[in-house]
Structures are given as structure tokens and as C-alpha cells.
């Protein structure tokens, strides 16, 4: 699979089988997002693999903390959202909802409960960065994530970006004994995706490139 087929067919998938993922094949995947480019080479990414029994056990303890604390999947913005933003969004939303009528699912308790649940997947990998760099090293971190999203995609197994469980820092380090000097930064569900479910059949779109792009020449 080359590079632009993988950016062409990957996207996140919300149903996993339970099939497991064997250490050796994150260990592969990871070994080639330690190639990604960062500043001054300084590699700040860490990863936390939390898989099986361990796994379940996070998952049980994030449900239960988001049915206590009702903290949901949002923007997580400062300011109140521009229309172009907030129309992405709620787009987003309404696109999957025929997808979740299928399976009798609501929306929100779908995506939230099921980030905490890692949709299912086998293995979560948890993206953490040393609190004593400044928050211009989560540059680094983004880019190690679009590098694991693709790089999982191009060994068949599939990803979901989970930043809830950032709502949710304290918590997790917590749950797994993650030292106060690192920061929790992003989660990622890894694992097969299961075919048959009909949340999967949803692929999300993108504007135009004009909406993004200004020249100066
Ligand atoms: C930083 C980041 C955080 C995300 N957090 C979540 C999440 O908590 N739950 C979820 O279901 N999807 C999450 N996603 C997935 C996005 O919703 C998804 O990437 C977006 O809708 C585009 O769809 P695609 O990945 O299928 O192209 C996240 C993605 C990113 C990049």
C-alpha cells in the first residue's frame, strides 16, 4: 500500500472485533512512527500499550468515571466556535446517526461511552508527553498520531483517535500508575475492524481545499 492509498482508504473505525493484536505487531507499527520528524529531534513521544485483561479493567473504570462526571467528546475550545467550525461538527454528527439507527444506538452515548470503551478494540496505546516540554511539542505528538493511524491502516488493522480520555488525565494516570511529570495527551483504539457493523460503513467528509488555503504570492 503506498502512502497516498493508505491517506486515501484509512479512517476511524467505532466497531472492533475482539480479535487480539499481538505485541510484536504494535511493536512493528511503532518502531516505524519513531520516524517521524520532530523538533530538534528531541522524539518526546512515550507510548503506553494497555491491552487485555488491563485493557478491559481501563475501560470498565472510564465508563463508570463518564457516567459519574458526564464530561463528553467536544471541541474543547476556548472561545465560542466559528459557523464553518460548528456546521463541521454538528455535520458530523447528523452524517452518522442513520449508521447508529441501525444498530439502535444514540449518538451520544455511542461515542462517548464507546471512546471510553475504545470502541471495543483490543488494545488501546496511549500517546503521553514529559510535562517539562512546552505545549509546542504536542506538534511532535499529532504527528506521531497521524503517523500511527496510517501505519496501523497499512498493516490492516484499524485506529480511532481517542482524546476523551485527556478529559479524563487524572483518572488515567491514576489507573495506570502513570508518573505526575508525564501528560496524557491522546489515545488511539487499535484492532480489527469489525466489517459487519454498520458504523463502519460511515466515512466522514471533508471540505473543500479552498475553505482552507489562502495564497500570498
Ligand atoms: C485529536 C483527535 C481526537 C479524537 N477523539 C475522538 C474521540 O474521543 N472519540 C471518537 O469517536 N473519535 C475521536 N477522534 C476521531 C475523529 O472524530 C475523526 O478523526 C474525524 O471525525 C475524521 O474522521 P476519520 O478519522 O474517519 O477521517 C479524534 C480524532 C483526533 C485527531
Known amino acids: 500500500m503506498d502512502v497516498l492509498d493508505a491517506i486515501k482508504s484509512r479512517k476511524s473505525v467505532r466497531a472492533f472485533k475482539p480479535d487480539p493484536v499481538t ?34 479493567r ?20 476556548v472561545k465560542p466556535l466559528s459557523a464553518a467550525f460548528s456546521k463541521r461538527g454538528a455535520e458530523s454528527f447528523i452524517l452518522m446517526n442513520p449508521y447508529l439507527e441501525k444498530m439502535g444506538q444514540e449518538f451520544n452515548r455511542f461515542v462517548n461511552e464507546g471512546s471510553c470503551n475504545f470502541y471495543g478494540a483490543p488494545a488501546a496505546v496511549i500517546f503521553c508527553l514529559d ?21 496501523a491502516h497499512k498493516f490492516g488493522l484499524s485506529t ?47 471540505d473543500s481545499l479552498e475553505h482552507f488555503l489562502r495564497w500570498i504570492d
Open 23 to 56: 505485541r510484536e505487531q504494535i511493536e512493528e507499527i511503532l518502531n516505524h512512527v519513531i520516524r517521524a520528524p520532530s523538533a530538534i529531534n528531541l522524539q518526546p513521544w512515550e507510548f503506553i500499550v494497555v491491552m487485555g485483561e488491563e485493557k478491559q
Open 131 to 151: 510535562n517539562a516540554f512546552s505545549e509546542a511539542r504536542l506538534v511532535d505528538i499529532g504527528i506521531a498520531l497521524g503517523y500511527f493511524v496510517l501505519i
Open 160 to 206: 480511532c483517535p481517542i482524546g476523551l480520555i485527556n478529559a479524563y488525565e487524572d483518572d488515567m494516570k491514576e489507573i495506570l500508575n502513570i508518573p505526575e511529570n508525564k501528560d496524557v495527551v491522546i489515545g488511539a483504539a487499535i484492532g480489527y475492524a469489525d466489517q459487519d457493523s454498520p458504523i463502519n460503513e460511515f466515512t466522514s467528509p471533508r
Open 58 to 77: 481501563l475501560s470498565r473504570r472510564l465508563i463508570k468515571l463518564y457516567r459519574e462526571k458526564q464530561i463528553s467528546c467536544s471541541p474543547g475550545n
